[in-house]
């Protein structure tokens, strides 16, 4: 429930407490290809009591075990159970069935379904109805409540670390190292005493939260520096984080192109080649990580090399706009999609981690050149992408001052949640909690 009533006063996307969002309605999204009123007619047919002689079987998926398991050792008849999952298959694969999903069974004994409810972690439930002489299946979406809830701690060790004892959603630490992946490298620049509050928006399902949404606005102090980071819509649907003066946090290159566990090597003019055993110049820093980590490219571009080049092993090699190019060494093997004179998006994998070439370990060697001169990675200044545009300014600054209002009456209390009806954006992205896997070669 909400605590603070100046927040609400003056915070205008937080429209109500407790107030129920149905985030997709209840779409039938799927019935043997019966149109989408007869699924309505189905689930309207059922709004009726149960029968004296029905009876209610709740239970849920055992570990190491399945749903037709569970629910034969829940008492229920064999017959039942292959008539629901044979219909159950058309909707839902059963493999997918995990530990700790539910479900419910009414029947009037001994083999008259009445309905049938089984419930998974995600935002699917799936429903089974007797229909004329057989029973049909139907994918429904949870009734979910929307929610802004703030986080805010101090660095101990890690940022990792210090988010996993706060008992957060690992998931959060993606999202925030992402807002300021162009500004902060949490590697190696993170301190310990550094301070850290956002504001992200989520959605519960009977009190757990099933996913995280979009951070809204976000602050970190780097060795008492503040960073800060604010979610703006222009009114042509264009969405991104700037900092508190209208300035885009997104810049032409990333800090760092991969998840690494060390720099091993950095740039230096005179180095000792640790397999040459003579000292030359090391255009790059080298970043350890297990084999396999996979490496994005740094900014969009095209790739202009992609192969084999002698002491570097695999390398793709990428030119971007404002005359910076960059270059990735001693890579395993390439993503899918890599071609030579292709075009690639920042963030995008294009290979991964490997020792190929000259290497005493698996590591990537990254390089980058600024109008065909070698230029330090981890000290280099980047040029951002577009502020926000003057004739636009005043409503970002409104949206800023109530974010910025917004954040600086966070708790990191995981109670503390502000309920509304609806996104901070309409087109917002509701995004999933798991992030996007990438497939290793």
């Given at each position: ?100 999903d539910k479900y419910c069974l009414e029947f009037i004994p001994p083999d008259t379904v009445l309905k049938f409810e089984y419930s998974s972690s ?294 503390y949640r502000i309920y509304v009806e609806k996104p901070l954006y309409e087109s917002s992205p509701q995004l999933a909690s798991a992030d996007e ?5």
């Amino acid at each position: 429930m909400v605590r603070n009533g100046n927040l609400m006063k003056h915070t205008k996307y937080f429209l109500n407490s407790s107030v129920t969002l149905i985030i997709l309605g209840f779409i039938l999204s799927y019935l043997l290809g019966k149109s989408p009123e007869v699924q309505q007619q189905i689930v309207e047919e059922q709004k009726t009591s149960l029968p004296e002689n029905a009876r209610v079987i709740e239970g849920s998926i055992k570990k190491n075990s399945s749903l037709y398991m569970s629910m034969s050792a829940d008492g229920i008849p064999k017959s039942l159970i292959y008539g629901i999952t044979s219909s159950l298959h058309e909707v839902f694969d059963l493999k997918r069935s995990m530990p700790g999903d539910k479900y419910c069974l009414e029947f009037i004994p001994p083999d008259t379904v009445l309905k049938f409810e089984y419930s998974s972690s995600g935002l699917e439930k799936y429903m089974v109805y007797p229909r004329e002489d057989s029973l049909v299946a139907l994918k429904v979406y949870k009734e979910l409540k929307r929610f802004y809830r703030g986080v805010r701690g101090k660095v101990k060790g890690s940022l990792w670390e210090t988010l996993v004892r706060m008992g957060e959603d690992p998931v959060l630490i993606g999202k925030l190292s992402d807002i300021f992946a162009w500004e902060i490298d949490f590697l190696t620049e993170v301190r310990e005493g550094d301070e850290f509050d956002f504001v992200v928006e989520g959605f519960e399902d009977e009190g757990n939260t099933v996913f995280y949404g979009d951070i809204i606005a976000a602050r970190y102090v780097l060795s008492g520096e503040d960073h800060y980071a604010f979610l703006y819509q222009d009114p042509q649907g264009k969405m991104d984080y700037f900092d508190e003066r209208g300035k885009s946090l997104r810049k032409t290159l990333l800090k760092s192109p991969l998840n690494y566990r060390r720099v091993t090597s950095r740039f230096s003019r005179s180095r000792l080649h640790p397999i040459l055993k003579i000292r030359r110049p090391h255009y790059g820093v080298d970043y350890a990580a297990k084999p396999g980590t996979p490496v994005v490219s740094a900014g969009d571009g095209r790739v202009i090399f992609k192969g084999w080049q002698r002491e570097y092993g695999y390398t793709v090699i990428i030119r971007h706009a404002h005359g910076y190019q960059t270059s990735y060494g001693h890579l395993k093997g390439f993503a899918r999609g890599i071609v030579k004179n292709g075009r690639v998006k920042q963030n995008q994998v294009i290979g991964y981690v490997g020792s190929t070439g000259l290497s005493t370990g698996p590591h990537l060697d990254y390089r980058v050149k600024k109008d065909g001169r070698y230029v330090d990675p981890l000290k280099m200044e980047l040029p951002s992408a577009s502020p926000v545009p003057a004739n636009l300014m005043a409503d970002f600054e409104s949206t800023r001052d109530e974010l910025l209002l917004t954040l600086q009456s966070v708790t990191a209390d995981k109670s503390y949640r502000i309920y509304v009806e609806k996104p901070l954006y309409e087109s917002s992205p509701q995004l999933a909690s798991a992030d996007e896997k990438v497939e290793s070669p």
